[in-house]
């Protein structure tokens, strides 16, 4: 069984940063792709990042991309997401997630393709 717990939520002003950790326990971490979704108060949830197990690779949505980094720490068993310039549509519960295969396809940004997830930190972004 899988565990991953997440912090790092909070309130903070827009162009602010936050930093989210999510940390993992319960199988052989740096074996598996991990990605960060994210709820927005009535929307369904959505993708935010990924990346591989080695971190060599990492995909973003386009909605953060050049704003949000994901980073893990093998050593540690935590995926990371540093946020920068944070916009009040990042308003969200943010969940971390273990991916189901040890290497990532093309469809990774898909919730269905994540076998274990977070309870979620709340960020929110106040304008």
């Known amino acids: 069984q899988v565990q991953l717990v997440e912090s790092g939520g909070g309130l903070v002003q827009a162009g602010g940063s936050l930093r989210l950790s999510c940390a993992a326990s319960g199988r052989t971490f740096s074996s598996y792709p991990m990605g960060w979704f994210r709820q927005p108060p009535g929307k369904e949830r959505e993708f935010v990042a990924a990346l591989t197990g080695s971190a060599g690779s990492t995909y973003y949505a386009d909605s953060v991309k050049g704003r949000f980094t994901i980073s893990r720490d093998n050593t540690k068993n935590t995926v990371y997401l540093q946020m920068n310039s944070l916009k009040p549509e990042d308003t969200a519960v943010y969940y971390c997630?273990?991916?189901?295969?040890?290497?990532?396809?093309?469809?990774?940004?898909?919730?269905?393709?994540?076998?274990?997830w977070g309870q979620g930190t709340q960020v929110t972004v106040s304008s």
């Open positions: 997630a273990a991916y189901k295969r040890t290497y990532l396809r093309t469809n990774y940004f898909r919730e269905k393709e994540y076998d274990y």
